[in-house]
């Protein structure tokens, strides 16, 4: 069985910004053996200096495997040359072994601005789903890669916005000066490899997202490429954080309850989930990851995600209890610390905080925190010092955005929401998706009377997005409520879902 290989090349010089940078792309595809796997595209350009180019995981393919993509810019400037032609293969590494895509030993090749290589068997591809679109986009641009042997007559997406209640249909046009239209670059259309690409553009209008279906129309008759029955996806790029606290394991019928956040999550299709009391057996400071509650969560999940996880203190007399993040990205940094000025695990006000930086597809580095902190009496306003501090260093110039995340045990209108208002650093982000007009009195205009827009809200658990930040909220909705997904803990879970700027 073949446990890797490669899909597609990209190799285009860009002259769209007045200097030449050379875009390479590169498609994979890839036997799911185990969740922990590292993916790398080794390459050289002319100058024959082997790099390693990590690729992440993009989406789910046919018959169980795994899309991944890697990709990479060069700006050609005094001291530095573009890359040209390139020569690569593929290494996957899982499970203490390493598989290898070479071309048989021969190693694949692609030339400089040559557009992008199909390998061979392979008619036609989808390109759209490798590339988001910008948030703000409404005519959504859709390519297709076809192989010009099938002598395309034409190429048409159809498509909906409705679940396939209604289809639409819109024709692609395969233009020659494609690539120059594009990106200023001089690939052909088709190029060297006999690749041509077809192109659409799908009006959206007000809907957040589309479905569709590739048909090729050819002497040899119709080709479909729907992804395997599932439909490809096109959307702006979104990133949706979930909230809990998990109640250290004082639920009734606890591993239901587990299965039930797990079901919701993967329905959802939540990008980031900040868990705060998550507990595992004490076993006498030793700790148990087998009975951790995040992880029992995680295992439970269609595709597990990536975890980062740490404890604190002593919960309840027999647990060690801690907070998590679970990412469907890649944590490309983790950090934990305590923020409170006790760091004895048997005080329950010894209060740590883990930081997962996380690689958001479209969107870029998101720092997020997940967060328990103590009462106000308890050394609240010193531990939210303490965190902002932390962030503030940790919010570089790679940062797209900073969430706080997670049970902050303030009202929303008390002293320690002011504090956190008074910052001039955070907002409530869950108020700004769900109450935009009382969002404005309070971060807003700040009117006098802004604590009475929050009479009467209730909230402990918050995402607090930094200003400045390269995140927008659109959305978002309180969960495991009656009618939404059930009672799981002592506290609602809040969804926000945010797009970038």
Request: charged content about 25%.
């Amino acid at each position: 069985m073949i446990k890797i290989r490669l899909v597609s090349a990209g190799n285009v010089i860009d002259r769209d910004s007045g200097r030449p940078v050379q875009h390479l792309s590169f498609l994979v595809r890839l036997a799911n053996v185990a969740f922990e796997k590292q993916v790398d595209v080794l390459w050289a350009g002319e100058d024959h200096v082997w790099r390693t180019l990590p690729a992440r995981y993009l989406r789910e393919a046919p018959e169980g495997d795994e899309y991944w993509v890697a990709s990479t810019e060069l700006a050609q400037d005094a001291e530095h040359s573009l890359a040209g032609n390139v020569e690569l293969c593929l290494r996957y590494r899982v499970q203490g072994q390493q598989y290898w895509d070479n071309n048989e030993g021969r190693n694949h090749a692609i030339e400089a601005d040559a557009g992008i290589r199909l390998p061979p068997g392979l008619a036609m591809l989808d390109l759209s789903s490798q590339r988001p679109p910008r948030a703000d986009a409404r005519l959504l641009p859709v390519a297709v890669a076809v192989d010009a042997r099938l002598e395309a007559e034409r190429v048409t997406i159809h498509w909906t916005t409705d679940d396939w209640q209604t289809t639409r249909y819109s024709s692609c046009r395969r233009r020659c000066d494609y690539w120059d239209a594009a990106c200023s670059s001089n690939a052909r259309n088709p190029n060297q490899y006999g690749v041509e690409v077809w192109d659409a553009q799908l009006n959206l209008e007000r809907a957040p997202s589309a479905l569709y279906r590739i048909v090729c129309e050819s002497p040899r008759g119709r080709l479909w490429d729907d992804d395997a029955g599932r439909s490809y996806r096109l959307a702006p790029p979104r990133l949706k954080v979930m909230v809990l606290n998990l109640h250290c394991y004082q639920e009734a019928d606890q591993q239901r309850k587990f299965r039930q956040i797990a079901a919701a999550i993967d329905e959802l299709e939540v990008d980031v989930v900040c868990f705060q009391e998550v507990a595992e057996n004490w076993n006498e400071g030793r700790g148990d990851w087998g009975s951790n509650s995040a992880r029992i969560i995680n295992e439970q999940l269609r595709r597990p995600y990536h975890l980062a996880s740490d404890w604190s203190h002593l919960g309840f007399d027999r647990y060690r209890e801690g907070v998590a993040v679970l990412s469907r990205h890649p944590i490309v940094r983790q950090e934990s610390r305590y923020v409170s000025r006790s760091q004895d695990p048997y005080s329950i006000h010894a209060r740590k905080v883990v930081l997962a930086q996380i690689d958001v597809p479209a969107i870029g580095i998101v720092n997020v925190f997940s967060t328990h902190l103590s009462w106000w009496n308890d050394g609240f306003a010193e531990q939210f010092g303490s965190l902002r501090q932390w962030a503030r260093e940790a919010h570089g110039t790679r940062v797209a955005g900073t969430l706080l995340c997670g049970d902050f045990n303030i009202e929303a209108g008390s002293r320690g929401y002011e504090l956190v208002l008074e910052s001039g650093e955070y907002e409530d982000g869950f108020l700004a998706a769900t109450r935009p007009d009382a969002f404005s009195a309070v971060f807003g205009n700040r009117t006098s009377g802004w604590r009475e827009q929050l009479r009467g809200d209730g909230r402990i658990d918050y995402v607090f997005v930094r200003k400045g930040s390269g995140l927008r909220v659109i959305g978002g909705h309180e969960l495991f409520t009656e009618h939404a997904y059930g009672r799981v803990s002592d506290h609602t879970g809040y969804l926000l879902t945010f797009t970038s700027h």
